[in-house]
């Protein structure tokens, strides 16, 4: 192990907040996976598994700006132990009314539209708390490390929810209740030195974040790559029908359906880790994005449930490059005064990629079908990887993070 990664993992805050991160995000994965098994149970419509995103996506988008403005002036750990505690309160609801079976279209969509209330708060707050952790020098890792727990949770959360949805989706948000809770008190043990700021609130405060990034040209190729690519690319959405309809799986196939992209994920995080990207970093950037898109329409294509695998695997890895070079420039570049609202407005872009590309998902494949949607999306993407390369030429051309 070099001694800059021992270094890290002896940061003793950061590994408390990265513990944190992993129970929640191992929770939502489990929920997202319960809610949207138990949405296509009840109504079996490609639209309302789109819509479910598009609940999420609206308040995510209306409180995105004055969340960013809140995490810049409020302590960040404590927004982000208020949001896991909203979550565990989230899942105990629907336990409780999985217990009573009152389990509605409606009831999912009303704690759709808080979920992504929730993670317009979350989102910046989590990103936020990583700079002040750990020392400039050791980012990059930092980043990469965080991103290795994000796909673990990524893989074993959806994995363990279909597993446990065997046992019914009471067992589900139960154990999600658990891990929410166990994440809140993991955050309030977190120190670090907060700095009380007093940005008054105005019309130039919350569109700070928006100017800054704006105004560099390299932040916002970067960003909107992202946005586009997801948007056009994502499939999440549409899993539970290509698991029960096309690949015939149940809700166990599903789970490893969507473990397999964060797999893939995770192998790309360690060589990060372990081998940053030192040089043609842009170039580099939009080809991940571009085998991403190639990935996921050999996935709309396949019958088979390995290949199928294989290629969201594939998406995975490409992804988590994107993933972890957009957040080490953004946070590299971002004084700290600015960073909860300029990660606010990363978080509108992550979130009309992921949230609105379900339901741009759930739309196209209620009209086209499920197979020529991911397909389509998977060609769009592709096309924007080469369009940015004339687009954002500055962001092509970057060479060093």
């Not at 709309?300 to 998406?315: C, I, K, N, R, T």
């Amino acid at each position: 192990m070099s001694s800059s990664l021992s270094e890290l993992l002896a940061q003793r805050q950061f590994m408390r907040f990265w513990l944190a991160r992993i129970c929640g995000i191992t929770a939502h994965q489990m929920l997202m996976l319960a809610i949207s098994w138990h949405m296509y149970e009840l109504t079996n419509s490609a639209w309302d598994l789109g819509l479910v995103g598009l609940f999420q996506f609206i308040p995510a988008l209306l409180m995105a700006l004055p969340a960013g403005h809140v995490v810049d002036r409020l302590h960040r750990g404590r927004i982000f132990a208020t949001c896991m505690a909203l979550l565990a309160l989230i899942a105990v609801v629907l336990s409780m009314a999985t217990l009573q079976d009152q389990v509605s279209r409606t009831l999912i969509f009303g704690v759709a539209f808080v979920l992504g209330l929730t993670r317009a708060f979350q989102m910046p707050a989590q990103q936020a708390i990583t700079p002040l952790l750990v020392p400039k020098s050791l980012f990059q890792r930092a980043v990469a490390l965080s991103s290795t727990g994000v796909q673990v949770a990524v893989i074993c959360g959806p994995a363990l929810g279909g597993f446990l949805y065997l046992g019914g989706a009471l067992t589900v948000y139960r154990v999600c209740a658990a891990l929410f809770t166990l994440s809140m008190l993991l955050t309030l043990w977190v120190r670090y030195a907060h700095v009380a700021r007093h940005h008054s609130l105005s019309w130039q405060s919350l569109f700070a974040g928006v100017a800054f990034v704006w105004e560099r040209k390299v932040l916002l190729g970067a960003i909107s790559l992202d946005l586009f690519a997801v948007l056009l690319g994502g499939a999440t959405a549409l899993l539970p029908i290509f698991a029960r309809d096309i690949l015939h799986v149940g809700p166990e196939g599903l789970g490893l359906l969507r473990a397999a992209p964060a797999a893939g994920a995770l192998c790309m995080s360690v060589v990060i880790t372990r081998w940053p990207i030192q040089r043609y970093v842009g170039y580099k950037l939009l080809a991940a994005v571009a085998v991403f898109g190639l990935s996921l329409m050999v996935f709309g294509l396949s019958d088979s449930f390995v290949l199928s695998m294989v290629a969201l695997a594939v998406s995975g890895a490409a992804d988590n490059v994107s993933v972890v070079t957009r957040l080490t420039l953004m946070q590299m570049e971002t004084p700290d005064e600015m960073r909860g609202r300029v990660a606010a407005v990363n978080g509108v872009f992550i979130g009309a990629s992921n949230e609105l590309g379900e339901f741009e998902s759930g739309l196209t494949a209620a009209l086209w079908g499920p197979v020529a949607s991911v397909v389509a999306g998977g060609l769009g993407t592709v096309a924007i990887a080469l369009g940015w390369l004339k687009l954002f030429p500055d962001l092509a051309r970057r060479d060093k993070l």
